[in-house]
């Protein structure tokens, strides 16, 4: 009896682990949208925010999260640089750009 309650647990203990293993490593694929709205505004994560608080936005992030970089038309090339400066100051270096432009949103 205690050798069956003893291979229990260690079954109930090895299909504990990998769950958790297969949950980290769909959380690690994680791709986040940004995309600069323009006049120093941006859409993180469908969270609207200044460009200043980005970066404590991507310290939270896995370093296997890709950013989804996307442009608004009104955007300017300044704001564009100073996100570029936040994301290799985080460290953050898999980034999709988009090839087009996203209408302005006024």
């Known amino acids: 009896m205690r050798l069956s309650i003893f291979t229990l647990i260690l079954a109930i203990g090895i299909m504990a682990c ?11 694929k994680k791709s986040v949208d940004l995309q600069i709205i323009g006049n120093g505004i941006i859409k993180f994560d469908d969270n609207i925010m200044p460009i200043s608080e980005l970066d404590s936005k ?7 999260t890709i950013i989804q970089f996307r442009i ?5 090339m300044g704001d564009v640089t100073d996100i570029q400066k936040i994301l290799r100051h985080e460290g953050v270096f898999k980034i999709n750009y988009r090839n087009h432009l ?4 006024n």
């Open 18 to 28: 990998t769950i958790d293993a297969s949950h980290q490593t769909e959380v690690n």
């Open 58 to 64: 991507i310290a939270k992030l896995n370093n296997d």
């Open 72 to 76: 608004h038309d009104n955007a300017t």
């Open 102 to 105: 996203l209408p302005a949103i």
